[in-house]
């Protein structure tokens, strides 16, 4: 069956410009999150949805980041006014929503910020 | 002081050695504990978890968990130049949907 999906695997980009990341999830899944992984940082968690209720967005780091879940699957993170330290590899995962301790991970958009 | 600790390695061994990957941890209430692989350039993976303390075996690879040492392991017997990987330890509390991640180790097995 197909796992996660993540689009697009690679982005360059102007500092100051807007990006959006795209994740499919596994067909069926009811939570999704978004980390950031950074050199030498591990994951960093951002944020999280489950089902319908309110995304739990304790981890997103500044206000020009955002994300948005449509019709309960697929999901977008978008970063207003990219600064370079913002470059890193955002990874998307989803499960269950039974057990959040087994994750299923999509490949990662790699974003430069140049 | 972060919450997981986890030296970033490189850790690296002969095929057929066994490999020992730790991570230490302050928050005493953790009750999941998570290892999971990633290869150069994948998403991770789940390995294995463990709930509370104990062992927990799975092929080569074996989990432990002890809470009072706030201290997790997980080893690999005969090491194989295909678990070259960068090997991340996460946990979470009990009825959380948070996972709280280590920065990850460098494994590299030689032939």
């Known amino acids: 069956g197909a796992g996660v999906s993540q689009s697009p695997s690679n982005k360059v980009t102007e500092k100051g410009k807007d990006v959006e990341l795209r994740c499919d999830p596994i067909?069926?899944?009811?939570?999704l999150y978004w980390y950031r992984q950074s050199l030498g940082q591990g994951l960093e968690f951002l944020i999280y949805?489950?089902?319908?209720?309110?995304?739990?967005k304790s981890g997103l780091p500044s206000d020009r980041f955002s994300a948005e879940r449509t019709g309960g699957s697929v999901s977008t993170l978008t970063i207003q006014r990219t600064q370079q330290e913002d470059s890193a590899v955002y990874l998307c995962?989803?499960?269950?929503?039974?057990?959040?301790?087994?994750?299923?991970f999509g490949p990662g958009t790699r974003l430069t910020v140049t | 002081q972060k919450e997981v600790e986890q030296d970033p390695g490189p850790l690296s061994v002969p095929e057929g050695a066994i490999v020992s990957l730790n991570c230490t941890y302050s928050?005493?209430?953790?009750?999941?504990f998570m290892w999971y692989r990633q290869y150069s350039r994948k998403g991770p993976e789940l390995l294995m978890y463990t709930y509370s303390s104990g062992n927990k075996e799975d092929g080569r690879f074996t989990a432990q968990v002890d809470k009072s040492s706030k201290y997790i392991s997980l080893f690999i017997r005969d090491s194989q130049p295909s678990d070259s990987a960068t090997y991340l330890c996460?946990?979470?509390?009990?009825?959380?949907?948070?996972?709280?991640f280590g920065t990850g180790t460098r494994l590299q097995v030689f032939p």
């Open positions: 995962a989803s499960s269950t929503g039974l057990a959040a301790y087994e994750q299923y």
């Open positions: 928050n005493s209430a953790f009750q999941y």
């Open positions: 949805f489950q089902g319908n209720s309110a995304p739990d």
């Open positions: 067909s069926g899944h009811t939570a």
């Open positions: 996460a946990m979470s509390e009990y009825n959380t949907d948070k996972l709280i």
